[in-house]
């Protein structure tokens, strides 16, 4: 893949190195773990759209490519693309935070999808009052 093209940027670490909740003792939680996963890992996606959206760069981790983003992911599970508060008016700081809760490291902090929705809706209404 050339720079800057492909979904690397976009695979939660987790995803990309495993996680040490996918050994489980029975069949029915291994299938409630992998159904919860792969919502958690589609959060983290939305996450790095949503950094991309607000800082109006397709290149979330520069000009890295996908090996350099694996390999500095690998070094620090807990890397992400960096977000510059002094280019984000303070309207949007809710969405920074919602963006932040979204790549959390723990799959398990990460919101679900319909408590994304709702943030949303309520935030784009508060910013349409201003």
């Known amino acids: ?13 987790e995803v990309l ?15 409630k773990n992998k159904v919860r996963h792969a919502t958690k890992v589609d959060v983290y996606s ?11 760069n397709n290149s979330p981790y520069g000009n890295l490519n996908d090996v350099q983003i694996m390999a500095k992911l690998f ?11 002094s280019k ?6 809710w969405f ?13 902090e990460r919101p679900s999808f319909e408590l994304i929705c709702k943030t949303l809706l309520i935030e784009i209404e508060n910013l349409s009052e201003m």
């Open 96 to 108: 920074v935070a919602l963006m932040k809760q979204c790549w959390a490291s723990n799959p398990l």
């Open 17 to 31: 190195f495993g996680s040490e909740d996918e050994n489980t003792s029975t069949p029915a939680q291994s299938t």
């Open 75 to 85: 070094k620090n599970l807990n890397t992400r693309p960096v977000v510059e508060e």
């Open 46 to 56: 939305f996450s790095i759209i949503m950094w991309i959206l607000l800082f109006n």
């Open 88 to 93: 984000v008016g303070p309207e949007m700081s």
């Open 1 to 13: 893949m050339t720079n800057n093209i492909g979904t690397t940027a976009f695979i939660a670490p």
